[in-house]
């Protein structure tokens, strides 16, 4: 074969992948405006063979994983956008959701349980890190609740686990975090009543354990 018609079987080749992948995207990406998370994943993973790298699918997939109940997928998408975006804020808010929902999983042993919580925790905060808007507090909103529940993790008796100065930091950790959001919007009654709770048991670890 003359190497002119190799290079442009070669050249067409790429040619049509590139365009199959946009296809695909393309696809997915309608799909995802639609809210129909479950053909986003179908057209977008195939667009995501097409091409790894493509940031912007990676991202519509770990968010339409997410909002499919499929949180290992979604947290393994959203690394692979970090991975080539360090600085996507929004990845590291999603990746976290998607492990404190991971952690509520009742097959997981705990060790896995507190991997999980642990690793909502690093991402709330790097997601706060990035972040420049200082009007965006559902950072901090997410991240004191998260660190109440592994408060709640670390206090119960029947675990290996159970560590009170950890569960008191992290009681006063998330109080802080619920304290930023109310400087925010002093009329987040939801939020006063979740500070309320992680001061209340707080003082009930202080005084009783």
């Known amino acids: 074969m003359k190497l002119s018609v190799i290079v442009s079987l070669l050249i067409f080749s790429t ?8 296809a695909y995207v393309k696809l997915g990406q309608q799909a995802f405006m639609d809210g129909d998370f479950k053909a986003a994943i179908q057209q977008l993973e195939r667009g995501c063979i097409a091409d790894s790298t ?4 990676l991202w519509m997939l770990g968010y339409s994983y997410y909002h499919s109940d499929n949180y290992k997928k979604s947290i393994a998408a959203y690394t ?14 999603y990746r976290a959701r998607a492990k404190c929902y991971m952690a509520k999983d009742p097959q997981l042993s705990p060790a896995d349980k507190e991997k999980y919580m642990l690793g909502s925790i690093y991402d709330f905060t790097k997601a706060i890190e990035i972040n420049t808007d200082p009007s965006d ?4 909103q997410n991240r004191g609740i998260a660190y109440r529940d592994y408060a709640v993790f670390k206090l119960q008796p029947t675990l290996h686990f159970y560590d009170k100065n950890r569960a008191v930091s992290a ?4 109080i802080t975090d619920f304290e930023k959001v109310l400087s ?10 979740l500070m309320e709770l992680s001061k209340a048991k707080l003082a009930d670890v202080v005084a009783h354990h």
Do not use: G, H, W
């Open 15 to 22: 040619i049509e992948s590139t365009f199959a992948q946009n």
């Open 54 to 57: 493509d940031v912007n699918a």
């Open 80 to 93: 692979k956008v970090i991975s080539i975006k360090p600085a996507d804020a929004s990845a590291y808010y």
């Open 137 to 140: 507090i559902k950072f901090y």
């Open 171 to 174: 009681l006063k950790a998330s």
């Open 184 to 193: 925010s919007d002093p009329t987040r009654t939801d939020i006063s009543s």
